[in-house]
């Protein structure tokens, strides 16, 4: 038990750090809280709902993920070297195919919302 209170912790603190301190995850967060509600409108059924604010949240975590990938790479050098650029570069891949998912999750559902498929 004291386990799991102790990695709670630690992720409610990384929450915070990440979105105090970063613009990119406050920004993902501000979307998720306005997908919970905008997603009552657009989902055609809980189960849209679901996927669809699952869709943000796979997001956010991603976003979460690079960011401290970033963050390590910084720490290990600040010297412009091209395995770090590499390296950041794939995160940032993640955090478009996370985007991709979002967006394209989020088309769909509004296209069965107003009868188009």
């Known amino acids: ?3 799991l209170y102790s ?12 979105i105090a301190h970063e613009a990119a ?24 709902y679901v996927i669809m604010v699952g869709s943000l949240l796979i997001l956010l975590a991603v976003e979460f993920l690079n960011t401290a ?3 390590l790479a910084d720490y290990v050098t600040r010297e412009q070297q091209v395995e770090i650029r590499r390296i950041k570069d794939l995160g940032s891949a993640a955090v ?11 088309l769909a559902a509004l296209a069965v919302r107003i009868g188009l498929i």
């Open 96 to 106: 478009f195919c996370g985007i991709c998912l979002a967006g394209v999750t989020w």
């Open 1 to 3: 038990m004291k386990r």
């Open 69 to 71: 990938i970033e963050k």
């Open 7 to 18: 990695a709670t912790v630690n992720s409610i603190r990384g929450l915070r750090y990440g």
């Open 25 to 48: 995850l406050r920004e993902e967060a501000i979307l998720l809280v306005a997908g919970l509600a905008l997603g009552f409108v657009i989902a055609p059924s809980i189960g849209w």
